[in-house]
């Protein structure tokens, strides 16, 4: 089965400069990545996904690479806020769509500092 | 985007006792819902993946008679754990989705504590 492996498991950066969190897969079925937030006792909720066919995407902020060949995939967020601390997660699926399963990275705890 | 409403959001139960959690889909039918599990500073673990109308389909290793689901409706999906132990202790989350529909939504999550 698929296995997605995240890192770095936490992150620090000063409020302002770029933050990098990189994902590695397995399957090279997958054709679907999303990346969640979690804030502390909530659900995750989506931020940014990219499929396969597309090389990276952006909104606002935030932005996401893939490279299919290599399998891994990256969120970049820009101009980091302090309401940017949370927990992110990383996440593979076969499917083209998001409403199948879904492998999870094991998450990275980002802390932005004032 | 569409909402999965999770009940209750924090139980505590004694060991031995069984815990109903509730997911509903409030702005529309959910033919699918996947339940999670996650421990503290861990990923989520897929639990069982529920169709609306059928038997849930259990991963491997995940006791189908302590993690009873039932999807008898559109709108509903609920997961009890019986005879609860300490160890049971976590995270609960749904995710519903339905056909046709790009995307799953998740719930609040249930912060289960076994006491």
């Known amino acids: 089965g698929e296995n997605v492996e995240q890192h770095p498991s936490t992150l620090s950066v000063q409020e302002g400069d770029s933050a990098v969190i990189k994902c590695t897969y397995s399957?090279?079925?997958?054709?679907?990545f999303p990346w969640y937030k979690q804030e502390l006792g909530k659900g995750p909720q989506l931020i940014i996904d990219i499929r396969s066919n597309v090389g990276e995407k952006k909104d606002q902020r935030i932005a996401v690479t893939l490279n299919k060949t290599a399998k891994h995939f990256s969120l970049h967020i820009t101009e980091t806020q302090p309401e940017d601390s949370a927990v992110y997660f990383c996440?593979?699926?076969?499917?083209?769509?998001?409403?199948?399963?879904?492998?999870f990275g094991t998450g990275t705890r980002l802390t932005i500092i004032p | 985007g569409a909402v999965v409403s999770q009940h209750p959001s924090w139980v505590i139960c004694k060991s031995g006792t069984s815990v109903k959690i509730e997911c509903r889909s409030l702005d529309f039918q959910a033919t699918t819902m996947f339940w999670y599990r996650q421990f503290p500073k861990q990923s989520l673990m897929l639990m069982a993946t529920?169709?609306?109308?059928?038997?849930?389909?259990?991963e491997q290793g995940v006791e189908k008679d302590k993690f009873l689901i039932n999807h008898a409706s559109l709108t509903l999906s609920t997961l009890t754990v019986t005879s609860a132990h300490p160890e049971d202790s976590s995270f609960y989350i749904c995710r519903g989705t339905t056909r046709g529909l790009d995307e799953a939504f998740f719930g609040q999550g249930t912060r289960l504590t076994v006491v």
């Open positions: 399957d090279s079925a997958s054709n679907y």
């Open positions: 529920s169709n609306e109308g059928s038997k849930a389909t259990y």
């Open positions: 996440a593979a699926s076969a499917s083209n769509f998001g409403n199948e399963k879904l492998t």
